[in-house]
């Protein structure tokens, strides 16, 4: 491709008869090649149909929560109870069964420094455990604290623990130290609907291009 520079754009409006390049020059149309130009069109154009869907979603997910929210609390209110937050899983499904939708909500769990108390404790609890034994649950309470790439714990393999059910005064204490650690940083709301298909069985309506 041959491109003729005539300057570096100074501003965000391109001249009638130009195209800005990527490097942020002007450049003649008649300077640029025909599918060049043609290219130029068509992702502008798909890019902008995008756009109008992607916000058409994001108010349609704003509508349907606000909608879900609105119907929990008139449903509590025939049981002559009130709600209060948005915290909670939810499903939906119409009077014959045929639709469904989901509204789940997924909390940040991350942990502060009182982990790692708990990690001492849960190591003294072990060394007394292992004397002379082999270093099974050792090796399962390592991989629990093992970290990612990105330096970050499993939140499921550290809160597994606290489903273990060990009497042990040491191990009680350290998981009370990994109850006290948790803090919430922050959730994220996801809404999933599906239509039960020919062979009977719901299927996620897929919003997602990708998966369309």
Not at 142 to 168: C, M, P, W, Y
């Amino acid at each position: 491709m041959t491109e003729h520079v005539v300057e570096k754009a100074l501003n965000t409006e391109t001249p009638s008869g130009y195209r800005t390049n990527s490097a942020g020059h002007l450049v003649p149309e008649s300077k640029i090649e025909a599918i060049d130009l043609l290219r130029d069109e068509l992702v502008k154009e798909l890019t902008t149909e995008a756009e109008v869907i992607a916000n058409q979603l994001q108010e349609f997910k704003v509508k349907a929560l606000m909608r879900i929210q609105d119907f929990i609390e008139l449903s509590a209110q025939t049981y002559g109870q009130q709600i209060g937050g948005k915290k909670g899983n939810v499903s939906l499904n119409s009077f014959d069964g045929s639709l469904m939708i989901k509204r789940n909500i997924n909390e940040n769990i991350s942990f502060d420094e009182r982990l790692m108390v708990a990690k001492s404790l849960i190591d003294s609890c072990i060394h007394e455990w292992t004397k002379g034994g082999n270093d099974n649950i050792k090796a399962l309470v390592e991989h629990a604290f093992q970290t990612d790439k990105e330096g970050n714990i499993s939140v499921t393999r550290i809160l597994g623990l606290r489903r273990l059910d060990i009497d042990d005064e040491q191990w009680l204490k350290a998981m009370e130290a990994i109850a006290d650690s948790i803090s919430i940083t922050g959730s994220k709301t996801y809404l999933r609907l599906y239509k039960r298909d020919e062979r009977d069985t719901l299927k996620q309506i897929s919003l997602d291009i990708a998966n369309a």
